[in-house]
C-alpha cells in the first residue's frame, strides 16, 4: 500500500496571481529521503454546462495563453474565497454567457485537475433550461465568443480534437455518464 508522503516543511516562493509556487520538503516513506517538490496552491475552479430550453449547450471561444490557441470549452473560472462551488459555476456562467436557467445548477461531479502538482479541485455542473438575459460582463483580459452548440456537435468536436481543453472533456465525461448521453 502506498503511504502518504509526511510534508516536514512548506515555503511560499512566488505569488503568480492565479497560483502560489510552493515548495514543499517530503519525506518518502520507502527511503525515508527528504526532498523538495514544487506544488501550485490555487483556490478551487468550477466549470458549467449551460444547457438552452432547446437542447442546445452554451460553449465559449477563448484565446487560452499557455497553448498560444483558440480554445472551445464552457464557462467556468476560480471560487472566490467563501463562494459556494455551485454559486461560483452560476456566476461564471452568467458573466462570460449571459445566460442563466430556471432552477440551481446541479453539480455532476469533481476532479482534480493535475494532481501531480496543482493541489486543487474542479467542481463541474449542468445547467438546464438556460436563456440568455444579461449582457456579457467580462474580466479586463477576456475575450469571448459564446456559441450554442447540439450535442452531436459537441460528441464530434470532442472526437475530432476541437475540444480537447481535459477539465472540459472530464465536465463532459460527468454529463454524459450521469445523464446517459
Request: proline content about 3%; charged content about 25%; aromatic content about 10%.
Amino acid at each position: 500500500m502506498i503511504k502518504k508522503w509526511e510534508t516536514i516543511s512548506s515555503e511560499n516562493l512566488i505569488d503568480l496571481k492565479i497560483f502560489n509556487a510552493l515548495k514543499k520538503k517530503r519525506i518518502n516513506p520507502v527511503n525515508e529521503r527528504a526532498d523538495d517538490f514544487i506544488v501550485l496552491d490555487s483556490h478551487d475552479w468550477v466549470n458549467i454546462i449551460p444547457i438552452t430550453k432547446d437542447n442546445k449547450i452554451v460553449m465559449i471561444e477563448q484565446y487560452r495563453h499557455g497553448s498560444d490557441s483558440v480554445t472551445l470549452e464552457i464557462p467556468g473560472g476560480l471560487i472566490e474565497k467563501g463562494e459556494e462551488p455551485r454559486v461560483a459555476a452560476e456566476r461564471e456562467c452568467m458573466e462570460e454567457t449571459g445566460y442563466f436557467g430556471s432552477s440551481n445548477a446541479i453539480q455532476t461531479g469533481m476532479s482534480l485537475p493535475n494532481p501531480a502538482f496543482l493541489n486543487n479541485k474542479c467542481y463541474s455542473y449542468i445547467w438546464f433550461d438556460c436563456e440568455k438575459k444579461l449582457e456579457q460582463n467580462l474580466d479586463l483580459n477576456e475575450v469571448i465568443n459564446v456559441k450554442e452548440l447540439s450535442i452531436e456537435e459537441i460528441k464530434t468536436y470532442i472526437d475530432n480534437g476541437t475540444i480537447n481543453h481535459s477539465v472540459i472533456l472530464t465536465a463532459f465525461l460527468f454529463y454524459f455518464r450521469k445523464f446517459n448521453i
